[in-house]
C-alpha cells in the first residue's frame, strides 16, 4: 500500500492544475477535432478534456514531487543514467514485488496514452509509435536535467527500461483502441462537408477568437513586466525619451 500511496500527491496535483490549464489547452484540441469532423459534439469535448488531464497527471506522476531541500538532496545523491537494457531482470531478483508493479505502472501510464492517439487523433500506428517513444524519452530526458534546469541536479533516474516499458504501453493502449473500434463501431457517421453556414462560422470565430487569447495572453504579460522593469530603473524615463525620439 505504501507503493501505492506516493501517488496520492501528484494524482491531487493534476486535479488541482485540470481545470485551468484544460481551459487552455483544450482549444486547439477542440479546433482540430472540429475541423476534421466538420462538427463538435459532447463526446468529442469529453475527449479532448480527458486527454488533457491525462497529459497534465502524467506530468505530475512523472516529475512530481521533487525533493524540499535541493541543495542538500544534490549533495548527497548523484544519480547516473541507467542504459542497462536487461536491468530490470536484477532489479526484480532485488526487489522483488515492487520492482514488478514498477513496471506494471510504467507501462499503464502510457497505455492512454496509446488509446488516444488512435481514437482520438487516429494516427497510424506508423506514427503513433515514435510518438509513444518520443513522449517516453522528454519525460525521462526531464527527468535527468532536472525538469530542464529548474531542479540544480537529476532528483530522478533516466532508465532506459522506462523507454521500453512506456513505449510498450502506448503500443498496447494502441491495440485496445484497434479493438475498441471493431467491438463498438460508431452508429453516427462523420457528416460530409458542406458549404460552411453561419452556425459554422459562429463557432470557427470563437474557436479563433480563443486561439488569439491563448497566444496573446502571454504576451501582453511579458510587454507588462518589461514595462514594469523599465519603468521601475533610475534613468527610465530618460531612455523612454530616447526610444520615442
Not at 20 to 33: D, E, G, R, W, Y
Not at 158 to 166: A, E, G, H, K, R
Request: proline share 6%; net charge positive; with cysteine.
Amino acid at each position: 500500500m505504501g507503493f501505492f500511496e506516493s501517488f496520492s500527491a501528484p494524482f491531487m496535483m493534476s486535479v488541482a492544475l485540470w481545470p485551468l490549464v484544460s481551459f487552455i489547452v483544450t482549444v486547439p484540441v477542440l479546433a482540430m477535432l472540429y475541423h476534421r469532423d466538420n462538427r463538435l459534439g459532447f463526446g468529442a469535448a469529453l475527449s479532448a478534456y480527458a486527454t488533457v488531464l491525462y497529459l497534465i497527471g502524467l506530468l505530475c506522476f512523472t516529475l512530481y514531487p521533487m525533493p524540499d531541500d535541493p541543495a542538500a538532496y544534490c549533495a548527497t545523491h548523484h544519480l547516473h543514467p541507467q542504459l542497462n537494457p536487461l536491468q530490470f531482470i536484477g532489479d526484480i531478483r532485488a526487489d522483488g514485488l515492487t520492482a514488478i508493479l514498477q513496471i506494471v505502472m510504467n507501462v499503464v501510464f502510457f497505455v492512454p496514452l496509446g488509446f488516444i492517439m488512435k481514437r482520438v487523433f487516429r494516427w497510424k500506428f506508423a506514427v503513433a509509435l515514435p510518438v509513444g517513444f518520443l513522449a517516453s524519452l522528454l519525460v525521462e530526458t526531464m527527468q535527468l536535467t532536472g525538469v530542464m534546469g529548474v531542479f540544480p541536479c537529476s532528483y530522478r533516474l533516466f532508465d532506459v527500461d522506462d523507454l521500453i516499458w512506456n513505449t510498450s504501453g502506448a503500443v498496447i493502449g494502441y491495440g485496445c483502441a484497434m479493438l475498441f473500434d471493431r467491438l463498438f463501431r460508431r452508429g453516427a457517421r462523420i457528416c460530409r462537408r458542406s458549404p460552411a453556414g453561419f452556425v459554422r462560422r459562429f463557432v470557427a470565430f470563437l474557436i479563433d477568437m480563443g486561439l488569439v487569447v491563448v497566444c496573446a495572453t502571454p504576451v501582453g504579460v511579458a510587454a507588462m513586466v518589461l514595462v514594469t522593469m523599465v519603468s521601475g530603473r533610475p534613468g527610465a524615463d530618460v531612455q523612454r525619451m530616447r526610444l520615442l525620439g
